[in-house]
């Protein structure tokens, strides 16, 4: 059969593969684009399972907010350099995730994975998008990460794709849950009050003031108080309503929600990369390496 330049087009447009590729897996299959979609398939997957292992700290996070500001979801989808997350093909699939998380609520992420990645005939799940996509561009890609909020008001704040915050509000307005969002993003809270910070990191702070208090010399009296006062200071500092209010400085967070009759139920702050031990490699050798296909 032979191989035309109109069946070679309509491979690229369903595998989104590169011309040469496509043309080689329908020589391969006589013609049979059918057959040519599942091979090209099967090697997206053994690409994708090769490049499995190889650390991914780089990506961006994508915020996609509900109409009525009632809802959003934020996912974070990791690749191995800056240069692949700033490609369409990656902001697409990134962009993609995040509509589906807002629209079908999985569950965790096992389940996301296994929602088709867009609506229509094919039904390719997300995963399978994600082999797909890692052969195609050359690195390990992973979606790590989602989280999806409803309530009365949901804010979002989205610095340079790196830094991606929803906030969880009652009361108040969007532009108020915004500037909550964006003090989120610069402070980084670990809770929303104290009641919510966990007893183990209050435990160990408490067990690092008490130890600096002893060298002091002081009654045993005072020095309990003055770890409390610590205590106390320390809790300030981590809290989300404790803190000075970046637009602000004045007043605290917990002030100015009192002023608009609003209260912060919970939030999520994602940083790209964060957590993950990043592989330090020299920059030339690194390039070398995505010539060679490694």
């Known amino acids: 059969m032979e191989i035309t330049a109109a069946l070679v087009k309509e491979l690229r447009e369903r595998t989104g593969s590169g011309m040469m590729e496509c043309k080689k897996a329908l020589v391969e299959t006589q013609g049979d684009i059918e057959a040519a979609v599942e091979a090209m398939r099967k090697s997206g997957l053994a690409k994708a399972d090769k490049k499995a ?15 009525n ?9 990791n690749c191995e350099t800056d240069f692949v997350s700033k490609s369409d ?17 999985p569950a965790d992420l096992e389940a996301l994975l296994a929602l088709p990645l867009k ?17 195609k561009l050359g690195e390990n890609i992973n979606v790590r990460r989602f989280v999806r909020y409803e309530a009365d008001v949901v804010g979002s704040y989205l610095h340079g794709g790196r830094i991606g915050v929803l906030v969880e509000m009652q009361g108040g307005d969007m532009a108020l849950a915004k500037d909550i969002a964006m003090h989120v993003a610069a402070s980084r809270p670990v809770s929303v009050s104290s009641a919510d910070v966990a007893p183990e990191l209050i435990a160990k ?10 060298e002091s010399g002081k009654p045993a009296a005072i020095i309990e108080k003055m770890v ?14 404790g803190q000075p209010f970046v637009k602000n400085p004045d007043i605290t967070v917990e002030q100015r929600l009192k002023e608009s009759g609003a209260r912060v139920i919970r939030f999520r702050r994602f940083e790209v990369g964060e957590g993950i031990e990043k592989k330090s490699e020299n920059f030339a050798a690194e390039v070398m390496a995505q010539v060679r296909g490694n």
């Open 228 to 241: 409390e006062g610590r205590i106390k200071k320390f809790l300030a500092e981590v809290t989300l309503v």
């Open 89 to 105: 093909d990656f902001k697409g699939f990134a962009g993609a995730v995040a509509q589906r998380v807002l629209s079908d609520r």
């Open 119 to 135: 609506d229509g005939a094919d039904g390719i799940s997300i995963n399978n998008a994600r082999q797909a996509l890692v052969a």
């Open 69 to 77: 500001g009632k809802q959003a979801a934020m996912v974070e989808v």
């Open 53 to 67: 292992g190889r650390i991914a700290a780089e990506g961006m996070i994508i915020i996609e907010p509900g109409a």
């Open 205 to 214: 702070e408490r067990e690092i003031f008490s130890a600096q208090a002893a």
